[in-house]
Nanobody
Framework: VQLQASGGGLAQAGESLRLSCEASGSIVTINDMGWYRQAPGKQRELVAQVNRRGVTNYADSVKGRFTVSRDNTENTLYLQMNNLKPEDTGVYYC???????????????WGQGTLVTVSS
């Protein structure tokens, strides 16, 4: 399963960006999808995730500002980021896990990352 992330870029504090991540390749059942970010010099951290039923989970630092959603028919994950802050700067990675439909083998895939830079 390949994940292609897009939508990163440069924003000023208080502005918004929307990230997208499309899963393609083998026919699969995707369970959890999520966004992680890695700031310079820091470890990768969970930003937000959503399961197949639409139940979401957010890092405390983004609650009330970011909204994660997914389109199960298109196997696409979104992250709407509002009221961006300089500390949101980092490379954002999408992640998906699930099973291949033909073999039931599990997978855990990562996208290539998209850079978000927020200036003050």
């Amino acid at each position: 399963v390949q994940l292609q992330a897009s939508g990163g870029g440069l924003a000023q504090a208080g502005e918004s960006l929307r990230l997208s991540c499309e899963a393609s390749g083998s026919i699969v059942t995707i369970n959890d999808m999520g966004w992680y970010r890695q700031a310079p010099g820091k470890q990768r951290e969970l930003v937000a995730q959503v399961n197949r039923r639409g139940v979401t989970n957010y890092a405390d630092s983004v609650k009330g500002r970011f909204t994660v959603s997914r389109d199960n028919t298109e196997n696409t994950l979104y992250l709407q980021m509002n009221n961006l802050k300089p500390e949101d700067t980092g490379v954002y990675y999408c992640n998906a896990d699930g099973q291949y439909s033909d073999s039931a083998q599990e997978f855990d895939s990562w996208g290539q990352g998209t850079l978000v830079t927020v200036s003050s």
